[in-house]
């Protein structure tokens, strides 16, 4: 099979969809070595192009990267007007796979995207205008014209049942991976105190605000360390001596900020999947995770579950995660073990042959 596999997103600094992206198409490149051709795809501006070429390095893919001017305007254009074809620009393909920034219209060939949360259709309160427009087309095209919807958790698979209508025959789950760097052995980031960590881009979902009421009743001492970059909305107040704020933060920086930690902390309101507990876990980290029903699946069994909008609760999941942190650290060690990119791409593969064939 000749699979294409857009990677627009990669034109941006990676959070946790760029992660994604870079990850699953490793894996897939991984378990397809031989036997299938993959081409990586992104039709972006020049400095776009830059940042999609060095997330690419390492994974053995043709790279198809267009320089453009008004790049989201022209893809924004060509999604809604339906042609030409995606063949004009890359050739024939056997399946098309697309993210989030895109729908390409194609002739013929499997057809697919991956659906990372429904969050701007459960709670479009939590989103900005223009990202509620861009995913609800997306939405709209996918559910419509896609043979398959890849997802990154059971969960999200049932939202995508429930409020876009996909019978569940579409829809596989392609679990996320942890990546190499993110082990117990390595450097540690000196703060100067002992710290608990979190790590979300600072927007209403990801509930900073409640996590800084809880760390003001925490009686333990801890510093909070804050690594995320500035989303939408109104800001937490970062402000104090025992909170620091790190702001973004690169992928082969993080692990250092995991392992220096005593804690990490998710209070966040709903993920699509929270990969970011599994790479603590995978650190050696006690985890903090709110119980939202939406962070089960990275968490297992292997962390405290804490009422996301309690701050006692969130401060006495701390001191019990504390407690119990040789316990969770075997469990989560365990647990983390499961998430591999090779799994997620071979999840991808088995179902672009099944529907090819």
């Known amino acids: 099979m000749r699979i294409v596999f857009d990677v627009t997103p ?9 992660n994604y992206i870079r990850g699953s198409l490793a894996g897939l490149a991984e378990v397809a070595a031989g036997k299938h051709e993959i081409v990586a795809w992104a039709p972006t501006s020049a400095a776009g192009a830059r940042l999609v070429g ?4 390492g994974i053995p893919v043709e790279r198809r990267i267009a320089r453009l001017p008004l790049a989201h305007a022209w893809r924004t254009v060509w999604s809604r007007v339906g042609r030409p074809s995606a063949e004009r620009f890359v050739g024939p393909f056997d399946a098309l796979h697309f993210s989030d920034w895109m729908f390409p219209p194609q002739r013929s060939g499997v057809r697919s ?3 990372h949360d429904l969050v701007p259709l459960r709670f479009p309160e939590w989103t900005t205008g223009r990202t509620r427009s861009m995913h609800a087309a997306k939405y709209r095209n996918a559910a419509r014209t896609c043979d398959l919807l890849f997802v990154n958790s059971r969960y999200t698979g049932r939202e995508t049942e429930e409020l876009l209508g996909v019978s569940a025959d579409r829809i596989r789950v392609a679990y996320p991976g942890v990546e190499p760097r993110f082990r117990t052995e390595g450097d540690r980031a000196d703060l100067g105190r002992p710290y608990a960590v979190t790590v979300a ?3 209403p979902r990801k509930n900073l605000d409640t996590l800084l009421a809880a760390h003001r009743l925490d009686p333990h001492g801890l510093a909070l360390a804050v690594v995320g ?11 104090g001596d025992d909170v620091i704020s790190l702001g973004f933060v690169a992928n ?10 005593e804690v990490l902390v998710v209070p966040s309101r709903f993920e699509g999947f929270g990969m970011t507990v599994v790479e603590g876990m995978a650190c050696g980290l006690p985890c903090v995770v709110s119980s939202h029903p939406s962070l089960d699946e990275a968490c297992g069994d292997a962390a405290v579950r804490v009422d996301p909008d309690d701050p006692e609760a969130i401060a006495a999941g701390i001191g019990e995660a504390l407690a119990r942190r040789d316990e ?3 469990l989560g060690l365990e647990h ?7 799994a997620c791409g071979a999840a991808m593969l088995e179902a672009f042959e099944e529907t090819a064939a």
């Open 10 to 18: 990669l034109s941006h600094p990676r959070t946790g969809v760029g």
């Open 54 to 57: 060095e997330a690419l390095d």
């Open 113 to 115: 995207t991956m659906i």
């Open 201 to 203: 881009t600072l927007e």
């Open 229 to 239: 970059g500035a989303g939408w909305g109104p800001q937490p107040d970062l402000g």
């Open 252 to 261: 082969d920086e993080l692990p250092h900020y995991y392992r220096g930690a």
């Open 328 to 330: 969770l650290r075997t």
């Open 336 to 342: 983390a073990r499961r998430f591999t990119w090779r």
